[in-house]
């Protein structure tokens, strides 16, 4: 009689076990497999010092999911030794519970974007930074631009120019300060790249002199492949002791005082970035350079053309001497079509100007 009555303890106990696994499996499955309760995308920050459990409890708490704590034994079990990576998460409203378990153990972390523009000077990096979405700021809108480099650790060196323009991926917890040493670190790769790469006869001796030449050529260029040869002719006029004479280096040197028109006025204006005054090249960068800029000021096209004069689409024409430039001068400055989109030549006929 007590053998039956042990037999059937076992039998009872070994289907109470079966049957609590078999619950406990079917309940771990029903929490992988829910839905996430979002009517729309948005994202799950996962700051430093999270944990598993205390994400999946304040989506429980928000009401995101449920049976947080079995999403929680799961992580533990089946995911040992997976890292819960910081950062920001896509949270899309088809995706199930077991989907965030595995996009948090790749840490598939969101990227946003950031583009500094070929042609833009510090101050609009500076605003850019900004602005950026969900990018960290340490350094103040109100410190000068020497605070900014001495932030960087670049105490001395000179904004304008040093950073290269691009799109730059960014995470959660990164910073302007972040952003802008990637990127100065990349300027510094593609100049001495180019440096490296250069023509021989060059009229300058300095990799800083070639990435000066190279933000004047971009700044100058509307037409992409005119490049080399904008390069060119500035690199002749410095062969031969000629005035630059090209805008953009006098905008720059207004400054504020730019409000959208260049004056004769202007021309005459001291400033040490008046290359219609000054010999060679000014004292720094006006703008960063894209990398056919720089490529194109190392090595600029040959030829004999010492002028050009912009046409009005983007596009410019070359002369090799003064008296083709002022035609051109006559043909497309004095007969602006209306949809002209290129500076104007800002001096008379017979200036002897690069545009």
Known sequence: MLGKILAFLFVVSTLLVLGGGLWGFLTLQTALHQP????????LEVPPGSTPAGIFAELEREQV???????????????????LHVGEYALQPAMTAAELLHLLERGDVLQRHLTLVEGWNFAQVRAALRQAERLQQTLPED???????????????????????????????????????????????????????????????????????????????????????????????????????TDPTVIYGLGADYKGNITRRHLTQPSDYNTYIID???????????????????????????????????????????????RAVREYQMRRRTDYRSSPAPAAADQESAE
């Not at 999911?65 to 890292?83: C, F, H, I, K, P």
């Not at 009005?312 to 083709?324: I, K, M, Q, R, Y």
Request: glycine content about 8%; aromatic content about 10%.
């Open 36 to 43: 996430l309760q979002l009517e729309k995308s948005r994202t």
């Open 65 to 83: 999911l449920e049976n947080s704590v079995w999403l929680r034994r799961y992580w533990q079990w089946q995911m040992e030794g997976a890292v």
């Open 143 to 245: 410190w000068s631009n020497a605070q900014v480099m001495d932030a960087l650790e670049l105490s001395g060196v000179h904004p304008e120019g040093r950073f290269f323009p691009d799109t730059y991926q960014y995470t959660l917890g990164m910073s302007d300060r972040d952003l802008l040493l990637r990127s100065y670190q990349r300027m510094e790769q593609q100049l001495a790249d180019a440096w490296a790469g250069r023509a021989e006869d060059l009229p300058f001796d300095t990799p800083y002199e070639a990435l000066i030449m190279a933000s004047i050529v971009e700044r100058e260029t509307g037409v992409p492949s005119e490049r080399p040869e904008i390069a060119g002719v500035f690199t002749r006029r410095l062969r031969l002791g000629m005035k630059l004479q």
């Open 280 to 326: 060679g090249l000014p004292p720094t960068p006006i703008a960063m350079p894209g990398r056919e800029a720089l490529l194109a000021a190392v090595n600029p096209k040959p030829g004999k053309s010492l002028y050009f004069v912009a046409k009005g689409d983007g596009s410019h024409v070359f002369s090799n001497s003064l008296a083709e430039h002022n």
